[in-house]
């Protein structure tokens, strides 16, 4: 038997992913498949100068093909990074992306990302960091070694430039850190609250931490406190969700992801769950 070539191994058109997960769901009208090759032409990708930061750059698809989510390419002193992708790379993208530069790496924050990441490593000739607590989901093999399994809670893989396992969406679920700014995937979830204008009313959330977002499944108390744990003791006034526009700046945009995690768990009826007496200054102080 032939082998399949790569832009013909099918995708869902749903989630845009080559596995299966409870996470997603399958719609009503069933199951269906795509694949790189049937869908040139039918959709383009963008990119897009960050509001704040002219070092990043976000990359999507436009229509909308699977989640929606964007990829994020990261100009930094030491190198360029892209953090996660999405399953449609058209050749303008690849030449706008090495028009910066060579591509250190890209780092993918769970397996709803994986999407199409061995096409991109080849593309980009740069290896493909996950995290190995979630290689069970790695549906393909990797004949070029592209894939770097990462290890340990926390990784540096530039200076400065840190991915950190939060756990929860996935076990293996990651964030990256990069000086102010705190790239999120879904391993913490941007609410639509996030953008409520000031004076913002008493107790409304910005972040929530979620096991399926379609699915509406909250993750429980332990979870949502390992997330905090993971990215506490990390510096940031900026976050960047799964999907464009979901870009949040804030002085108190760390407090507000621990307000989410708080009011979340207290939501569950957790009153006396440990982490209600944390704080962004510490255990013992004000939220």
């Known amino acids: 038997m032939s082998e399949v070539a790569e832009e013909d191994l099918i995708i869902c058109v749903a989630c845009g992913t080559q596995f299966d997960d409870p996470r997603q769901f399958v719609p009503p009208a069933g199951q269906q498949w795509t694949s790189l090759r049937r869908e040139q032409g039918k959709y383009e990708n963008h990119w897009k100068q960050d509001a704040s930061d002219p070092r990043i750059w976000h990359l999507y698809t436009d229509p909308k093909l699977g989640i929606g989510e964007r990829a994020s390419l990261l100009l930094t002193p030491h190198g360029n990074i892209i953090w996660d992708c999405f399953a449609y790379l058209s050749p303008s993208l690849i030449d706008f992306i090495l028009s910066h530069g060579p591509v250190h790496a890209v780092i993918i924050s769970h397996p ?92 409304m959330g910005a972040y929530s931490f979620m096991w399926s977002i379609p699915n509406m499944v909250p993750l429980g108390p332990d979870d949502v406190w390992a997330i905090w744990k993971a990215v506490r003791d990390r510096d940031f006034g900026v976050t960047h969700g799964l999907m464009m526009g979901m870009d949040v700046e804030h002085a108190d945009v760390k407090k507000w992801v621990l307000e989410g995690a708080k009011r979340q768990v207290r939501r569950m009826g957790w009153e006396g769950h440990e982490i209600l007496e944390e704080s962004v200054a510490g255990p013992d102080a004000e939220v």
Do not use: K
Request: net charge neutral.
């Open 112 to 203: 709803h990302f994986y999407t199409t990441h061995l096409i991109w490593a080849r593309a980009l000739s740069c290896p493909i960091y996950t995290h190995a607590a979630d290689q069970q989901w790695l549906s393909r093999p990797d004949p070029l070694s592209h894939r770097r399994l990462i290890t340990t809670p926390t990784l540096d893989i530039l200076p400065g430039v840190t991915a950190i396992q939060t756990g929860g969406h996935f076990p293996g679920s990651m964030v990256l850190h990069w000086q102010n700014h705190l790239f999120l995937a879904d391993s913490i979830m941007t609410t639509p609250a996030a953008y409520t204008p000031e004076p913002r009313p008493q107790g």
